[in-house]
């Protein structure tokens, strides 16, 4: 079992930055960041394949989120920056090794692993 320990979520006015940590007790093929707003599904932030680094952005946050990962393949970061209010949600981390890197879209179905949940809350 890999476990996910995220953290670094939190609140901040808008335009302003925040972190996100992720870090798996193993190495990992594929580790991505989810977000659910409430009412609102589930939704593929980022992800990034550990052989190339290979990312994904969602439209809505290209060219202000970066995701990254530690040499070691265990602990992936979500730079975020000019934070808009439409950022608002719980962010899950999600991981696997059992699979390979799937590119395009992620999808929930092609994670093994989560994490607990990190609340981001951005204010107008």
């Known amino acids: 079992q890999v476990q996910l320990v995220e953290s670094g979520g939190g609140s901040v006015q808008a335009g302003g930055p925040l972190r996100l940590s992720c870090a798996g007790s193993?190495?990992?093929?594929?580790m991505a960041w989810f977000r659910q707003a409430p009412g609102k599904e589930r939704e593929a932030v980022a992800s990034?394949?550990?052989?190339?680094?290979?990312?994904y952005y969602a439209d809505s946050v290209k060219g202000r989120f970066t995701i990254s990962q530690d040499d070691a393949k265990k602990t992936v970061y979500l730079q975020m920056n000019n934070l808009k209010p439409d950022d608002t949600a719980v962010y899950y981390c999600?991981?696997?090794?059992?699979?390979?890197?799937?590119?395009?879209?992620?999808?929930?179905?092609?994670?093994?692993?989560w994490g607990q949940g990190t609340q981001v809350t951005v204010s107008s």
């Open positions: 999600a991981a696997t090794w059992l699979r390979r890197c799937s590119l395009g879209v992620p999808s929930p179905g092609n994670f093994d692993y």
């Open positions: 193993r190495s990992l093929t594929s």
């Open positions: 990034i394949c550990s052989n190339d680094g290979t990312p």
